[in-house]
């Protein structure tokens, strides 16, 4: 089926042109003024009502708040409802969330306009400020007509605290205009607190007020409350007691929480899958003999890229599976690790450059730079805990599904397509996910459960192996990346700098995946295009006279994908690695170094202060093992630019020949904190992660399938190999930043520097272990 391409995902009209054509601003002001009217989002259950789109109130006061984000283990669930709870007064121990359904309510107008270069088509400026702000009318209906319900990013936080709040002070109004029609009292001089309404010494709960409330009409503007959800750091040390606790804590800590495999439907049988190879492949022979003679098999489907069997259980299919020896024919090229690094060299040495971002020209000063270093990254797998799975169920012309995903969206979108069926007759009931990494950004396995439910008429659930987990879906993008400075004359100085940096453009292919629902093979057709997103934050936070970021786009024969932390991991890894080169080439300190060229950056600045007290910072002297590294990250929400700092020390030691990572400490603003427990739990998880992924996590390819398919290939640290970790907040009135990225980007420069400190080698390629010790 032919998909339409980036250029044509908006149709404006001929009047819309027109309009834009004659005024400044009057092309997002027709778009602004389309008439978007959506059903309500949310379904009343058994002695409950529907508040709004946000909230539902049963009639004993239990509170339910719609969360339209996938709970991936970051806590999203428990702080948004927080956000609600301390809006509306309620008591923690009443709240109970569910996963928000498709609806434009919840669309994410923060993400549309972060992504804006992704979806505007060509004839718009992509990176005119105007489009790229979320209250914009063209970002808003790109947003809704989606909708655009992704979790990526770390924009929930930023598209939905002011609605979640709004949502709250609506249903606290309601509340105290019903309480004081009934106590004959004006409603100003009274509040809520601990579920109840109060004032005058009296106290009205809520479940005695649910129905008076919820007949009358919700106010147009409810006042917020003057001080929002908010925590002082200092308060809440490692290991008290939070004010929030984790609501999906208890039902996780006694295996009653129910994640995708763990869905059970009447009749359902389950299925194990075959892939073919990364790259242009196609199913070429099996033997179903093979699987006729494994006890439980129950039969054979199979599709162009793919062979599956059903079985009673899934250890059964899988067995079939692997008896019926699946081959697969190569019709173009396939994924292979010297074709990538011959593309990646080629494109670094003479692919054509596109300046992404800059401030003047370096290169007069880099004709002869002070220092070069060429630095390489290998394709990384996101490797989740829990292997993708899908249950789904096919009955009277309706398609259900059952997975964990990032994007409903998209999911719906692929099983529609594979049961034959309008999107509309699609129904996506978001589970949980035990981790992604942003690997639920992909939502094939939707359309394969489909097309399995179709072919059987039964409901299944389809489960990948690890194996098929590594094999089937998209690695991090390699990179390949050639840096130069120029030094003042006393070295004291950078002056001049250039990153010329070849990989594909990986998030323009994601998009076009994600949000057009292109194939695998069809969206690697954008990688040879400029892609700002793919190196988001390669611009320097340092002041440089004259500073260059150029991306020489490559096509590889490997589809990529985004992984968690995005474009600012590869972009941290790069400046930060190649700072402390600049630092060292003149000799001088690397936090001095990097202190002198913050003067515009105060509060990351004040990170790189805080984390060298912490770590007991000794200047990152030979043999010190302690390497440092910052990176910014930021968002523009509809409140203003939003924005993260972190700096980390690593300490590194080589013990018998081997390296130890033995502490990470990190300083982190993210402004006004929520929760400090969630803050501190994605920092710490950040900062494993991000080791994970600066010692091993990678895999090479050979014929299109990867040469680490399993954990125990993929050098991850063990347990017993996790250094002690560190963190510390600066207590902030900034607007608040999701800390879930933020947390893994500065890990392998500091790593990457500690080792050099240890060794007195630098290593260039991650993971960093690669090229030995």
């Known amino acids: 089926m032919a998909l339409p391409p980036l250029a044509r995902r908006l149709k404006p009209t001929r009047r819309g042109v027109l309009i834009g054509a004659g005024a400044g601003g009057a092309l997002i002001a027709a778009f602004a003024l389309v008439p978007r009217h959506y059903a309500p989002p949310l379904k009343a259950g058994k002695d409950t009502r529907v508040v709004n789109a946000f909230l539902k109130l049963a009639r004993d006061g ?56 992704l979806w505007l088509p060509t004839w718009l400026p992509i990176l005119d400020d105007a489009l790229g702000q979320p209250g914009n009318g063209l970002t808003a209906l790109k947003a809704e007509r989606g909708p655009m319900m992704l979790t990526v990013a770390g924009t929930g936080l930023a ?15 309601q509340l105290i205009d019903a309480a004081a029609a009934q106590w004959g009292v004006d409603a100003a001089k009274l509040d809520t607190q601990d579920h109840a309404v109060i004032g005058g010494g009296k106290r009205l709960p809520f479940a005695r007020l649910v129905e008076a409330a919820l007949d009358r009409d919700p106010p147009a503007d409810a006042p917020l409350r003057a001080s929002p959800a908010r925590e002082a750091p200092a308060r809440f040390p490692a290991g008290s007691k939070p004010a929030f606790p984790r609501l999906d804590l208890p039902a996780k800590v006694d295996g009653s929480f129910v994640f995708a495999a763990d869905v059970r439907l009447p ?90 971002w800059g401030q003047g020209d370096p290169t007069a000063l880099l004709e002869k730079p002070s220092l070069t270093a060429r630095y390489d990254i290998a394709a990384a797998l996101h490797a989740p805990l829990e292997p993708g799975t899908c249950t789904a169920r096919i009955e009277h012309g309706r398609l259900e599904l059952w997975l964990a995903t990032q994007a409903p969206e998209a999911a719906r979108r692929e099983g529609a397509r594979a049961a034959g069926l309008a999107e509309a007759d699609v129904v996506v009931y978001p589970m949980a996910a035990g981790g992604s990494f942003d690997a639920r950004l992909d939502a094939r396995i939707a359309g394969e459960a489909a097309a399995l439910a179709r072919a059987t008429g039964k409901p299944v659930q389809l489960t990948w192996s690890r194996w098929q987990e590594s094999l089937a879906s998209l690695p991090r993008a390699p990179v390949s990346a050639l840096l130069e400075a120029g030094m003042s004359p006393d070295k004291q100085q950078v002056l001049g700098w250039r990153s010329r940096i070849a990989m594909p453009a990986s998030l323009r292919e994601t998009a076009a995946r994600v949000l057009d629902g292109e194939s695998a093979a069809s969206a690697r057709r954008w990688q040879d295009s400029a892609d700002p997103l793919a190196l988001e934050g390669a611009l320097p936070p340092y002041t440089i006279p004259e500073c260059a970021v150029e991306h020489v786009p490559v096509a590889l024969p490997l589809a990529t994908a985004r992984m968690r932390g995005g474009g600012a991991a590869i972009s941290a890894f790069l400046t930060e690695s190649f700072i402390d080169e600049c630092a060292h080439f003149g000799g001088n300190e690397p936090l001095a170094f990097r202190m002198a060229m913050l003067g515009g950056q105060p509060r990351l600045a004040a990170c790189l202060q805080g984390v060298a007290h912490l770590a007991m910072w000794g200047g990152g002297a030979d043999a010190s093992g302690q390497g440092i590294a910052c990176h910014t990250m930021a968002l523009d929400a509809r409140e203003g630019r939003r924005e993260g700092h972190i700096a980390v020390v690593a300490t590194a030691r080589q013990v018998d020949g081997a390296i130890r990572v033995e502490t990470l ?109």
Request: hydrophobic letters at 50%; one cysteine or more.
């Open 62 to 117: 239990t509170l339910t708040v719609a969360v339209p984000a996938c709970e991936m283990g970051q806590g999203v669930t428990t702080l948004f409802a927080q956000i609600v709870a301390v809006e509306l007064g309620a008591d923690w121990a009443q709240v109970a969330v569910e996963p928000a359904p498709l609806s434009p309510a919840y669309a994410d107008a923060v993400l549309a306009a972060h992504w804006a270069p």
């Open 267 to 356: 009749g359902m049988v389950h299925a194990a899958i075959a892939h073919g190879p990364q790259g242009d492949c196609v199913l070429s022979s099996w033997d179903a003999q093979g699987a006729a003679r494994v006890p439980g098999c129950l039969g054979v489907v199979h599709a162009k890229g793919w062979l599956a069997a059903i079985g009673v259980t899934w250890h059964a299919a899988d067995r079939a599976v692997a008896a019926m020896e699946p081959r697969f024919r190569p019709r173009g090229p396939v994924a292979d690790g010297n074709a990538i690094d011959a593309a990646l060299d080629k494109a670094l040495q003479q692919g054509k450059a596109q300046r992404l």
């Open 665 to 773: 400490s990190a300083c982190v603003d993210i402004g006004r904190v929520i929760n400090t427990d969630l803050a501190r739990q994605q920092i710490e998880g950040g900062l494993i992660f991000g080791l994970g992924l600066a010692v091993g996590g990678s895999t090479g390819y050979a014929a299109g399938r990867p040469l680490a398919g399993h954990f125990s290939q993929l050098g991850l640290p063990l347990l017993a190999e996790c250094p002690k970790v560190e963190v510390v907040f600066v207590d902030s009135n900034a607007q608040p930043f999701d800390p879930g990225e933020l947390g893994m980007v500065a890990v392998a420069p500091a790593i990457a520097n500690a080792l050099h400190s240890a060794t007195g080698l630098r290593l260039r390629r991650l993971p960093l272990l690669s090229e030995g010790v």
């Open 159 to 173: 598209a939905f605290e002011q609605p979640l709040r709004v949502a709250a002070a609506a249903l606290r109004a």
